[in-house]
């Protein structure tokens, strides 16, 4: 069973830059397609990016142009590269892993079966 452990949250100014990492441990990470999503207060949990094994990458609209996903399957983890941070991108980061997709990235959170337990990112303005 893969276990995701999140790292990197924190409070930075609105401009500025983050970087989230998620480490996984447990086989079959290297074939999982894997995304970050994240969840503000009073909203729906959201997907932001995801990644596949063969780097096929995937983002939502909204951070587009900002945010850049990466992963190296050799350290069994996944990185999240934020930069020029809006208020907006303020929410609970979270690091998740389809199971059962290869070569797609899905956006549904239905789809991705194992969670990390989830990282504060605070953008003031």
């Known amino acids: 069973q893969v276990q995701l452990v999140e790292s990197g949250g924190g409070l930075v100014q609105a401009g500025g830059s983050l970087t989230l990492s998620c480490a996984a441990s447990?086989?079959?990470?290297?074939?999982?397609?894997m995304g970050w999503f994240r969840q503000a207060p009073g909203k729906e949990r959201e997907f932001v990016a995801g990644?596949?094994?063969?780097?096929?990458?995937l983002y939502s609209d909204s951070v587009k142009g900002r945010f850049t996903i990466s992963r190296d399957n050799a350290k069994n983890t996944v990185t999240l590269q934020m930069n020029s941070l809006k208020s907006e991108d303020t929410a609970v980061y979270y690091c998740a892993a389809d199971r059962t997709a290869t070569a797609i990235v899905r956006q549904a959170k239905r789809y991705y079966d194992i969670w990390g337990q989830g990282t504060q990112v605070t953008v003031s303005s």
């Open positions: 447990g086989p079959g990470f290297s074939s999982d397609v």
């Open positions: 990644i596949t094994w063969s780097d096929n990458r």
